[in-house]
T-cell receptor
Framework: GQSLEQPSEVTAVEGAIVQINCTYQTSGFYGLSWYQQHDGGAPTFLSYNALDGLEETGRFSSFLSRSDSYGYLLLQELQMKDSASYFCALTSYNAGNMLTFGGGTRLMVKP | GAGVSQTPSNKVTEKGKYVELRCDPI?????LYWYRQSLGQGPEFLIYFQGTGAADDSGLPNDRFFAVRPEGSVSTLKIQRTERGDSAMYLC??????????????FGPGTRLTVL
């Protein structure tokens, strides 16, 4: 099976940079994704890493190291609207490419 | 275009009753997924459809859960003899279904099921 571990909660100040870590155990996967979910809302896709290294999308960047079974999401220039839960997810080696999610990290951005 | 929609948004039922949850995926998306999310946890995979067929139902917790997608578009998740432990948010997601390992999934707003 697959499992992913994330910190349950992170707090940061508006304008700062925050890193949300994700460690995983798996026998194989295609890539690591990150999803954002506001309270009461649907998860929305943020980023995907198939290869080791950094992927940058605006204020968000995501990193993957397969050798370390580790990834992170980096959020820069934090805004109040970034307060949400963030989930890392592995894309499985199967026909459906279904996602296995971590438990989520709740990010609180303070003024 | 329209996103994934789910109805009802909230469903309250009594233990032992039967419920149906509906999902309308994005038009043209051939892949459809059902997930269940408990409060404070990540979504857990239930079942995956490619077209009309259930390609993988390994996440369904037991035989009280069943899902269909008869015409390859709308899907219905059916739960028989509901139990209090079934209370959760049920999320539906769709994706284009191409061989794209990025597999960005587009989620609906979910149905909050409460079993009393």
């Amino acid at each position: 099976g697959q499992s992913l571990e994330q910190p349950s909660e992170v707090t940061a100040v508006e304008g700062a940079i925050v890193q949300i870590n994700c460690t995983y155990q798996t026998s194989g996967f295609y890539g690591l994704s990150w999803y954002q979910q506001h309270d009461g809302g649907a998860p929305t896709f943020l980023s995907y890493n198939a290869l080791d290294g950094l992927e940058e999308t605006g204020r968000f960047s995501s990193f993957l190291s397969r050798s370390d079974s580790y990834g992170y999401l980096l959020l820069q220039e934090l805004q109040m609207k970034d307060s949400a839960s963030y989930f890392c997810a592995l894309t499985s080696y199967n026909a459906g490419n279904m996602l296995t999610f971590g438990g989520g990290t709740r990010l609180m951005v303070k003024p | 275009g329209a996103g994934v929609s789910q109805t009802p948004s909230n469903k309250v039922t009594e233990k032992g009753k039967y419920v149906e949850l509906r999902c309308d995926p994005i038009s043209g998306h051939t892949a459809l997924y059902w997930y269940r999310q408990s409060l404070g946890q990540g979504p857990e995979f239930l079942i995956y459809f490619q077209g009309t067929g259930a390609a993988d139902d390994s996440g369904l917790p037991n035989d009280r859960f069943f899902a269909v997608r008869p015409e390859g578009s709308v899907s219905t998740l059916k739960i028989q003899r509901t139990e209090r432990g079934d209370s959760a948010m049920y999320l539906c997601a769709s994706s284009p279904g191409r061989l794209d390992r990025r597999n960005e999934q587009f989620f609906g707003p979910g149905t909050r099921l409460t079993v009393l």
